[in-house]
């Protein structure tokens, strides 16, 4: 008997898992405490435990091939799994709070690999609060790529302070991008846009990607196809607004 005649959180058409089984609240508190295990540090990330194909066991961890993209939000994983085959000698993981989410792209990459033999093995997921617990899963200036598409926009004024994107929280994600790694953010919703944009041009660290360079940048292009709030959006023929920089040195660090 197959797995998708007893399982029935499985399609039989496509052996992926059904999204009405893990179903969840839009978004979460970022800042309630939850309670679920988290990295010491990022040489103690477990990379066999999210590349088994990869690294054979925990004590075999390749110190030159580390995690180089972070889908902070993942959400249902739609932008990882096309980042997954456009750069598939990249290791690329999602960070997501809600655990049932976190669950549907743990088997959907999971189905994916068994399906696609030698494929998907490059990308994954944690369950974790990014808001908290980024410097615990990467070290400084690891990651080329940082990606945050369709945050809780947290309307109430008293409420920004959750807003994934903020000053402080820039300072961090500076500290784990190398120079010229880039932050691609997204929204639906203007005034976090302006928000985010206003935060990221008023921050030292960052400067915007020109048209030119974001014409010339594939990954672009998915901001909006690749995600399910993206094509919720499209389909419903509405705006989006981004925002796209890059990590810079700034000037008084210069010689």
Excluded at 210 to 230: H, R
């Amino acid at each position: 008997m197959s797995e998708t005649e007893v399982n029935p959180t499985i399609s039989k058409s496509t052996g992926l898992p059904r999204k009405r089984f893990y179903r969840a609240r839009a978004h979460s508190n970022p800042l309630s405490d939850s309670h679920f295990p988290v990295s010491i540090s990022p040489s103690h990330v477990d990379y066999s435990l999210h590349y088994p194909q990869l690294f054979l066991s925990s004590g075999q961890a390749d110190s030159s091939k580390r995690i180089q993209f972070a889908d902070v939000g993942c959400g249902f994983g739609g932008l990882l799994i096309s980042l997954s085959t456009l750069f598939p000698e990249t290791l690329m993981i999602g960070m997501e709070l809600r655990d049932k989410v976190t669950e549907y792209v743990k088997e959907r990459i999971s189905s994916l690999r068994v399906a696609n033999p030698g494929q998907y093995q490059n990308v994954s997921v944690v369950r974790t609060n990014s808001m908290k617990y980024i410097p615990n899963y990467f070290g400084k200036g690891q990651l080329s790529k940082m990606f945050f598409l369709f945050p809780d926009p947290h309307f109430k004024e008293k409420n920004h302070r959750r807003r994934v994107i903020s000053p402080f929280l820039l300072d961090e994600y500076a500290y784990v991008l190398e120079v010229g790694g880039i932050i691609y953010t997204i929204t639906d919703v203007e005034e976090l846009g302006d928000w985010m944009k206003s935060c990221l041009e008023n921050h030292p660290m960052f400067e915007a990607l020109t048209e030119k360079e974001l014409e010339a940048d594939p990954v672009v292009k998915l901001l909006c196809s690749a995600t399910e709030e993206g094509q919720k959006v499209a389909r419903n023929g509405g705006q989006t607004f981004q925002a796209v920089f890059r990590r810079i040195v700034p000037s008084n660090q210069t010689s």
